[in-house]
């Protein structure tokens, strides 16, 4: 799949009224951007091959075993019924974050995405949950593949503002013991939090044997650090407002920012899971394809 050649940049979102309309942009945007493929959106993990029927979905046909055998064999998932998908979106107060250049903030952004991929989930006629989160979970909405589903997913999202300290680990070590069956769990967040608690929280998840992806959103401002001139900068989440000299600190600050993101994506790949980090200035709509690609472009056992 490609992205389309004008991609739907942060500013233009921006300028849109409404998490629900900025959603179905975004969605029109990425559907846009796709090539006709038996392997559209999203699916829990591969498990073996059959041999078609008449009657059978002809999206799960794989053209590679078609080209060597000139057979049709389908293939066959864990959970060939609907399946769920659980977003899981911080929306702690580090998420509130934007800078001067920034058109949306890190927790405006992570719920258009959020909201789009339910979209997408929905319109497949799978079932898709919501779960809401600080240090602890805020808002829980049961997943469900009804039409109304997709309004309520806007709406909690649309009416929770970013606040509290972050504990990822914790809440998804909640999560884990939440959610009963099988499912693709999607973490939306900034991953502010200490690395290893992350990934002892995904790794939870993982046991349980869910399908997992992570999102995690920053502002460009925070992996640049673009700052030269001293000031006073203001902490988030009950830190301390602290006198800072940027040109003192960026090269450090840079190393242990760009170190913390590493070892989140490689706990993310150490339990085969999906990772994909994404800037409010990156085009969310190739965002958003990228993030699927990850999902499709392999068949993780």
Excluded: N
């Amino acid at each position: 799949m490609t992205a389309s050649s004008s991609p739907i940049t942060s500013e233009m979102l921006a300028r849109l009224s409404g998490l629900e309309l900025r959603a179905r942009v975004l969605v029109e945007g990425y559907l846009a951007g796709l090539h006709r493929s038996p392997h559209e959106g999203f699916s829990v993990e591969f498990a073996e091959h059959r041999e078609y029927v008449p009657g059978d979905d002809l999206r799960y046909l794989d053209w590679k075993v078609f080209g060597k055998r000139d057979r049709y064999y389908l293939k066959q998932f864990e959970a060939e019924t609907t399946f769920t998908c659980h977003l899981l979106v911080d929306l702690s107060e580090s998420m509130a974050f934007r800078s001067d250049d920034a058109a949306l903030s890190k927790a405006d952004y992570a719920k258009c995405l959020a909201a789009a991929v339910a979209a997408i989930v929905l319109r497949q006629q799978d079932a898709v949950g919501l779960t809401i989160f600080d240090s602890h979970i805020r808002s829980e909405l049961p997943a469900s593949g009804k039409r109304s589903q997709l309004q309520e997913v806007i709406r909690r999202l649309e009416t929770t503002e970013p606040q509290g300290e972050s504990a990822i680990g914790t809440v998804l070590h909640d999560v884990a013991r939440r959610v009963g069956r099988r499912s693709v769990v999607i973490v939306i967040s900034d991953l502010f939090d200490e690395p290893d608690d992350v990934a002892a929280g995904l790794q939870h998840l993982r046991f349980q044997r869910h399908d997992l992806s992570v999102l995690q959103v920053i502002d460009p401002a925070e992996a640049d650090f673009p700052f030269d001139e001293p000031a006073r900068f203001q902490g988030l989440e009950q830190q301390p407002e602290q006198f800072v000299e940027p040109r003192l600190i960026r090269d450090a600050y840079i190393e242990e920012f760009t170190s913390a993101c590493r070892r989140i994506e490689s706990a993310c790949h150490a339990i085969q899971g999906d990772y994909v980090l994404a800037a409010t200035d990156d085009p969310p709509d190739r965002v958003l394809s990228r993030f699927i690609s990850h999902r499709d472009g392999g068949e993780r056992r």
